[in-house]
Every structure is written in C-alpha cells, then in structure tokens.
C-alpha cells in the first residue's frame, strides 16, 4: 500500500556537499549554559552510540539517564566488534582523503544512501581517532610510535585503526569510561537491566519510556524533553546470527508502533566470515573479524565430491573463487558479494564441513610469507577464539566459514538531524537507517556508532531543545499518555505470561529465523517472500495461542524478556519481507533472483528505485512512504569490483 | 553423552538456596556449555519446571556477561576460558557437574545463577578513566607510544570484567580487576596526569566494597579468560604506596 501523502524532509543543509555540516552547526540553536540542566534527556542503549551520545550530553550540563538490558553499560553488542574503524587520515600517505572515504563508502552502499550524510560521515572520521587515543585506546602502533593502519573489503587503501582483534571492546571502554566519569560528577544517571517497552508520545512529541526493571520485574515511567534511542541492531532475528542473545528491535518496533517511520528494515548484512552451524542446539554463529581476509585466501574445491583433507587438496584442485571472479579486490571483496559467492559455491555442492555449509579461510600462504610469527602478531586472539569453539588449530588446517545474519542496515528511519518522524525521538547508531546504504563497509559501524554519538547528536539534539516552547519545558508521568501506555504494557505482559501453552519462546524464535534465512536472506524471490509473509502470520498467530512462559511478570523471568522481543521480532519479520517483495531491484544486501546480470550479478535499478523505501505502521499491513535519493556529486555506476 | 547436573537454585536474593540433581542425556560434545543449559531449561520449561537462571549474552567471550562456578572453578575446568567459550567436548560422557554462581560478599546472588556484579562499575565509576572532554582532542600522532607501552597497556584493557578473578580469589579480592585499569591508564602517556589520584581512589572504592585483600596466590590470573597477569596487581600496590 502506498502512502504518497506524507512529504519526508530529510533537512540537508544547502551549500556546496564539503561546507553542509559546517552550515548546520553554523546555525544551529544552542541552550544557554545556565539552563541545560533544566532539559533531561532519556538515552536508551549503552554501546558505543548510546554511551558516546550520553557522555557527551551529560558534559554540556543536560541532565541524561541511561537504559540498559545488560547488567552494565560496558557488555553492551559494540563491544565484540573485531576489526577496526575507519578515519580518512591518510597516515599512509597512500591517497586516502575524505572525499575518497565518501565515495567507498557510498559505493559500497550500491548508492542507496544521502550523499550529505555520508559524506559528514567521512568528514568526522578523523576527530574520533584522537578522542579515542585521548581515551586511552591502545590503537596498534608502528614501531616508530605512531597509528598502524590495515585494509578491510571494498576499499584500496589502508584506512582502518585496529586495536589487535578487540577494537570494539576497547573503544566501548573509552566510552563507558567517559559515561561513568559523567556518573561520578552527578550528570548520569544509569539504569541497567531496564528493558524499555515503550515510547510515550504526548502532544505529538516524544516524552518518556516505560521500561521494565528486568531484575524485579517492576514496571516505571520516565519522563524526558528527548529521547535517543540508540538499541543496535536486530539481526538476532534470524536467531542464528552474530549478534549478542539479547539484541533485539523491541524499542525501534515500539517507536515505530507510535509514529517513527521505518527505512529499509530487510537490508540485512549477512558476513561472511562466521563460525559454519554444527548442529540444531546452535544458538549463536561466531563472528571472525573480516581482516582475516587480508591474508586469508577463500576457497573450496574444484572437484564436486571432493573428499580429500584440505591439506591434501593440491593447488590446481582448489577454487580460490573470490579471487576467481573478482580479481582486482579478491579476498577484500565487500561483505554482500563475498557472502553471495560463497552461497553460490555451498549451493552447487561445494560446501566443505560437516554440513556441506561452509567454505575454507586458509592461511597457508599467509604462513610461508610472514611465518607463524607474524600471523600471530595480527590475528592471534582470532586464531585462539578459533580453537577454543571448534577445537581446531587454524595454523594447522584451513578456517571452516560461512555467511551469517550480522548487521541491520536498516532501522529507524532519520532526518540528517539524526531526528526520527517523531519530534523529540532521535535515532543513532546501527538503530537508525541512515549512512550505510544497502550495503556496509567493514569497519564503518563502530564509525558511525562514535560519531552519531561524540559529534553529531551533539549540536542537533541540543538544537532540538533550544526550539521547544515555554510550555513543553514542564515535564511530568502524570499525565494520559503515560497511563495509556503503562496500562497497555501491564496487560500484554500478564498475557503473555498467561497463555501457558506448549511450546517455548526460543522453539517460535527458531522457526522465524529458518523462515528469514530461506525466504529473506542471501537471496529473496517474489514468490518466496509472498510466502514468508504468509508463514510468518500463521506463526505470529501460533505464537500468541501455544507460548509456554513459566513464572509471572512481576520478578525476574528471563523467558518473559525472550519472549516480549520474539513477539515483536514477529511483526519486524513480516515487514521485513514488504520491504524486500516491493524493492524490483537487486541493490547490496539485498539480492532480488528476478534482477540479476547474466553473470550473476546484482541489478540495480536506478531509474525506478533510487529512493528510501520508508515505512508507516498498520496493522493490517505497512504503508510504503518514498523518501528520493538524489546525486549531485557522484555519477551511481555499476558496482563493480573485477 | 550424558551428565548429572547439580545446580544451585535460589529463587531470590533473600531466599535460602540449594543444590538440585537434573540429570541430562543426549548432549553433543560440540555443544557450548550454556547450550547444554538451554537443553537443560527447555525440557524444565515444557515440563511444568522453573528454568535455571545464568546470565549470557555475547556467547563469544568478550561482553564478560556469562559466568558460572563449575566444579569448583570460576568459568569451569579450562584455564583462561570464559563459560561461553566452554564446550562439553571438555567433560567426559557420564561426569557429575557442579554449578553454582560466582561467590564473593561484594556480589550478591540475584536469582539461582545470577550475581549481581555493579560493584565493579563502582570501581571504575570511581575514577576508572582519563578525564578528557568528549569531542575535542589532539591531533593522534601528535604524541607518539611506544609499541611495548601500547601493547602492555592493552594486555591489561582487554579485561572484560566478568569478576571470575574474584570469584575465584579465596578472599574474593578484586585486585586483579582493579589492577587491569591502573595499568592499563598508567602505562599510556595520556593516562599519566592523574595516576596518583587514579590509582588512590580505585584501591580505596575497592576496599569499601567489601572485595577481600590480595594475597598473591594467582588463582585469578589462572581463570582469566584475557590471560590478565598478576604482574599488574604488582604494579598497583608500587604505585599506590608510591601515591
């Protein structure tokens, strides 16, 4: 159904594309330092967004609090982030600059995201290199003492600043750290193992959260001049993906249920380089960090039956189809077209593994080179996490990989104010659809998460503020909405919990997921999704009829918070696949069997698609809203990478 | 293969607590152990029973959420593993395996295998950080470290803070947790205006707590799923007599 009414204004500054961010914060409003105080600010998420955007509001003077499900801000997902993130600073003097950064990135995005946020993207990357040193991340050094860079996919310089194989954790800690500062001097206020579940809008604005205490199961209002929600990504919907257990669309869902509109939700990111599953009672697929690639050679046998070792398989029996297929980035090619590939390989029947699932990571070359010494020095802790999961040594015998659910291009949709449809309801982080287009670049995500959260949300949310009237300065939960909302969540948790069925939450979150992977994953189909959806109803029915959740709502119950996100991951699931059965295109991640060259490839379809698909709530369905996506700087070519 | 599991079952923090037999059958040796508890929570939850609660998350070892004391050991029987990353191919077929929550007077249990840990964001909320302003910042090659210091500093950041070192210290010290971030900050150039301060309040919010002396047994260094050495808890008590 379409919704052409509705007139988005995605509020880029004009001017020349170098000078838009400059303009904004040129004008941008401000809130005299004697008056922050009187503005809260409710932050929900602590990874790197929501701890950055957090500590850098509560140090203006805003008084903030912050939300989290995990016992402390620091476990939240940003912190298994392997690779590295990426600053245009050119320190390897090997033509980087920022409008190359820009390009890459919006190329590896297969054009399908603003030019002006991107390209503020790049701009920013620098700075946050030097906060975080100022932090205290021990980024990698050279033995000269200064930052060591390496390559990731879709690019041809070394741009990425790694800290060994951690550099989430470690920038996650810079940002906790700066968060428990503002803690210490009074400014935040932090709520962990709070679950929010959902939005109060009042007057048209964004006002307050209800969470649950997930610890006492105690239900609270909170009230606020602005909301920031910055809850990651919802990739654990595929249940088997890399994310964290408790990774979840719950709050996104929630807020879009009130107003905020959608963009993009089924542009998923599957990586390909994940632990292979080995068995049903699988509930994770481990990540192993991308960088692997650069001196990891891809491959799987040439011969179909093969049933030699890997070892044993001589060169000239061996498929290195990356480098095959794509031979002027090979290994490095982008996240979607390497994951394709190797679907494309496993489907043929040249899967390795058990399962026939997987393909071979091999650092044998990689060895002769820069011996054993020198793998461990860059991929050691991988190497580690390798044999302590599989058991097997990965100096010894090729890497078994395969693609898995990773990382939500999609989300809420955002004005380049970072503001959602929702006045007062900011999105950062992976939680909003905005800089990473149909595809994004290693390396990027713990970017864009700093600096939604460090320099930009700070001058657009203070701006925000500054605007409000007399009258909405006055705060209070006393008032409808919350009631209203208070009362909706208290009955469908007791529902929930009174169902008393047959089957648990997990046993539905599995179905859901096999549904995602075969029908709205890798590769989608027009008849596949039509399908999809209609399974993902008679589950969603099935689900609300046959849950089993023991205990009741009112203490701790771990089942009840599966089950709260599963109900909502249901509905995310079906929109999901609207988005992806009206998209007659193949763009990214997202890979339409209808639209393909003849070698396979991915066919975009500029002339009719080059727009947001963004999405208004129904209950009998979504409403598609067009936001135009318009070039004034690059020329969208075909993707290539041969 | 087959276990006998015994489980300690508190229903709050109040309530007294107790082991309890489940035995379990069918368990694949690749199975991760908090998979084998998934197993374990699924038949309790479609027979009428009250699932185990344990705290999880990343199930890659690095959010530090997980934790459990397994046969007596924080984490369980390998060295330097965190509970997620353990994979019942380290047990044998037909093993009694003993569960319980991590132990110390400064975490308290919130629910069967639960604890409640904030005692150690106090710790860093206490001044666990270098007190630069977000957004601004010199330009980063400006300063430039050494490699040795940035690597030394990061064998101490990469802890995850899961409190197995407590856990598994006979006085349910935190030295080892506090010690990671006074080295970590101390040895980087940017973390040396504040050290003697940093490193005078962590010690004494440490001792508040209710976290144990150190008494240099390396039982935490053994659990330590980042190989955090008990070098830095040497470091520490220098430089807080130093301070």
């Known amino acids: 159904m379409e919704a052409s009414s509705i007139h988005l204004q995605s509020k880029i500054p004009e001017g020349p594309l170098e000078e838009k961010w400059s303009t904004f914060k040129k004008n941008a409003r401000l809130v005299s330092p004697t008056n922050r105080s009187k503005y809260k600010v409710i932050v929900v998420g602590t990874g790197l967004a929501g701890s950055s955007a957090a500590a850098s509001l509560a140090e203006m003077g805003f008084e903030v609090s912050t939300f989290c499900f995990q016992d402390s801000p620091r476990r939240a997902h940003s912190v298994a982030a392997q690779g590295g993130v990426n600053a245009a600073k050119n320190y390897q003097n090997d033509g980087d600059s920022v409008y190359r950064m820009f390009y890459d990135t919006i190329k590896g995005g297969d054009f399908r995201s603003r030019e002006a946020n991107v390209y503020r993207l790049a701009e920013c990357s620098g700075h946050l290199i030097d906060q975080a040193v100022a932090q205290g991340v021990p980024f990698a050094r050279e033995y000269s003492g200064y930052l060591n860079n390496r390559s990731f996919g879709g690019v041809q310089v070394s741009r990425t600043f790694y800290a060994r194989g951690q550099t989430g954790q470690q920038l996650l800690l810079g940002a906790y750290q700066a968060l428990m500062r503002q803690v210490h001097l009074g400014k935040v206020s932090s709520h962990t193992r709070h679950e929010m579940l959902d939005l109060v809008v009042a007057n048209g604005k964004a006002q307050g959260i209800i969470v649950r205490n997930l610890d006492t199961g105690e239900i609270t209002r909170h009230a606020a001049h602005a909301v920031v929600l910055a809850t990651g990504g919802f990739g654990k919907i595929f249940y088997l993906s890399t994310l964290a257990m408790g990774c979840n669309g719950s709050a996104i869902w929630r807020a879009h249920k009130k107003g905020a509109l959608t963009a993009c939700p089924s542009w998923t990111q599957i990586h390909p380089t994940c632990l292979p599953q080995s068995g049903t009672h699988q509930s994770k697929l481990t990540l192993m960090s991308e960088s692997l690639r650069n001196d990891g050679r891809i491959w799987v046998p040439a011969k179909l039956g093969e049933n030699r070792s890997a070892k044993d398989i001589p060169e000239e029996d061996r498929d290195y189809y990356l480098e095959r297929r794509y031979p002027s980035y090979g290994n490095l090619a982008p996240r979607d077209i390497s994951s394709r590939a190797a ?35 860059k991929y050691g802790n991988l190497f580690d996490m390798y044999q302590k999961i599989t058991g097997v040594n990965a100096y010894e015998q090729p890497m078994l990989i395969s693609p898995a659910a990773h990382f939500s291009m999609g989300g809420l949709w ?12 900011f999105a950062i982080g992976e939680a909003n659809f905005a800089d990473h287009g149909a595809n994004r670049l290693g390396a990027n995500s713990l970017l864009q998460a700093c600096v939604d959260g460090y320099y930009i949300l700070p001058y657009t949310l203070p701006h925000y503020l500054a605007g409000l009237g007399k009258d909405e300065k006055k705060l209070s939960t006393d008032q409808e909405a919350f009631d209203l909302a208070e009362q909706d969540i208290r009955s469908e948790v007791k529902r929930l919990t009174s169902v008393n069925g047959s089957r648990t939450v997990d046993d539905f979150h599995r179905s859901l997921g096999k549904i995602l992977y075969d029908f709205c994953g890798l590769s989608r189909t027009e008849s596949g999704l039509a399908e999809a959806i209609q399974k993902i109803n008679d589950l969603k029915d099935a689900f609300h009829q046959d849950v089993r959740i023991p205990g009741s709502s009112d203490q701790m119950n771990d089942e009840l918070e599966k089950a709260c996100r599963v109900a909502d991951y249901l509905e995310i699931a079906r929109q999901m696949c609207e988005d992806a059965l009206t998209r007659h295109e193949s763009c990214g991640a997202h890979f339409r069997e209808e639209y393909q060259t003849p070698e396979g490839e991915a066919e975009r379809n500029d002339s009719e698609f080059a727009f947001i698909s963004c999405w208004k709530y129904g209950k009998e369905g979504s409403q598609l809203i067009r936001e135009p996506l318009q070039f004034d700087y690059v ?7 041969k | 293969m087959n276990f006998l599991l015994k489980i300690w079952r508190q229903p709050s923090p109040k309530a007294k607590g107790k082991l309890v037999d489940y035995p379990i059958s069918e368990i694949s040796p690749d199975m991760s152990f908090l998979e084998m508890l998934d197993t374990l929570n699924e038949s309790l939850i479609v027979n009428d029973q009250e699932p185990v609660a344990y705290d999880h998350d990343c199930r890659e070892g690095i959010c530090g959420q997980c934790g459990v004391v397994i046969n007596g050991r924080a984490h369980g029987p390998l060295a330097n593993t965190s509970t997620c990353t353990l994979h019942m191919r380290s047990f044998n077929d037909g093993d009694t395996i003993y569960i319980e929550p991590f132990r110390a007077e400064a975490f308290p249990v919130k629910k069967d295998l639960k604890v409640d840990r904030s005692a150690l964001d106090k710790i860093i909320i206490s001044g666990g950080y270098i ?59 940017q973390g040396q205006v504040e050290h003697k301060k940093r490193t005078r309040q962590l010690v004494q919010t440490m001792d508040e707590l209710g976290f144990g002396a150190c008494s240099n047994t390396g039982a935490c260094e053994v659990e330590c799923p980042q190989h955090i050495s008990i070098a830095h808890i040497a470091l520490m008590n220098r430089e807080y007599w130093k301070s």
Request: proline share 4%; hydrophobic share 40%.
């Open chain 1, 414 to 425: 955002v004005d380049y104010e970072l503001s959602t449809t929702i006045p007062g309801l």
């Open chain 1, 343 to 377: 679907k494309e390989r496993i489907d043929a029947g040249y899967g390795v593994g058990a399962m026939k699932n997987a393909v071979y990571l091999d650092f044998k070359d990689a060895i002769l080179n820069q011996g054993k010494a020198g793998v461990k020095k």
């Open chain 2, 131 to 189: 007190s630069v302003r977000t957004g601004q910042a010199p330009e980063a090659n400006s300063i430039p470290i050494s490699n040795e210091a940035v690597e030394g500093a990061f064998d101490a950041a990469a802890c995850i803070g899961c409190g197995a070192c407590v856990a598994s210290c006979k006085n349910a010290s935190a030295a080892l947790f506090t010690a990671a971030k006074i080295s970590h900050l101390a040895q980087l150039p």
């Open chain 1, 635 to 641: 020329k969208p070519t075909e993707r290539s990478y």
